[in-house]
């Protein structure tokens, strides 16, 4: 599978909105206490990123995952999932690709200029990714759960599971289980009309059903994410809407909320 990208929006604010609570100081948040914070596996600047600018991403970032963490009402492991990520920025970024993640490599990488709002899509198909091992029998080390779900393949049976495949269901399906969403049916009729394969498999319609979650939350940051809601891609129908929103946002609240309470207790 290719890796997994988000397209850049043309206008780069210079400052992203947020509003949430504070997280530290900012003038003190560097990429080093971003990695030890949540303990991912290793973080790497790349080499045309100046000081300031290095800086300046260090707090964004450490916002828009401390907010995604609260958001998910879920532990730094998660975030990190439990240590296994690997952060880039403004690394062998590709021409008009903001962010996308590498399977193969488990990492996630920002482009220096990239159009705000990619995080949480990026960060949900590394989780995607991440869960099938835990989710799907003799799971391949580069499927992602909800392309394996999609796909029929054996799953294993456990309460968390059983909720992260409700969240699968009502993103692809319909009410009745039967029939594909409208959400599939409106990334279908992107995909036919661009000849493309993309907006309608199974991990990018998790992703953008992520964000609309994570954009719907009290907690706004559109250094996080961006654009579920007023843009092109929206009108099309290429993120949830109406009361499909309303069912994912439920069923991810549901899902998140647990393995949080799962994992404390075991902590």
Known sequence: MTAHHHTQNSETPSRYYRNGPSHGDHNAIDFVQV???????????????????????AGLFFDALCDLMLILQCTEEVISLRGSLSLQYGIGGRP????????????????????PGSIAHEWFHAFDHYIASKTVLNADSRVFASYAWLNNAPLIQHPLNTLLFDCFHAIMLDDTGTQPSALFNASAAADSQ??????????ELCARAFEAFVQDAAIKNNFLVAGTQATKEAELGLYPQGAQRLKINAAFSRYFRTLGVALTRQG
Not at 39 to 44: A, G, L, P, V
Not at 96 to 115: D, E, M, W
Not at 194 to 203: A, D, M, Q, V, W
């Open 35 to 57: 990695r030890r914070r949540f303990d991912f596996c290793s973080i790497e600047i790349g080499r045309w990123v100046t000081r300031p600018e290095r800086e300046r991403a």
């Open 96 to 115: 008009g690709v903001a962010a996308h993640y590498n399977p193969g490599t488990r990492r996630f990488s920002l482009a220096k200029n990239a159009g």
């Open 194 to 203: 661009l000849t493309t394969l993309y907006y309608s498999l199974p991990e």
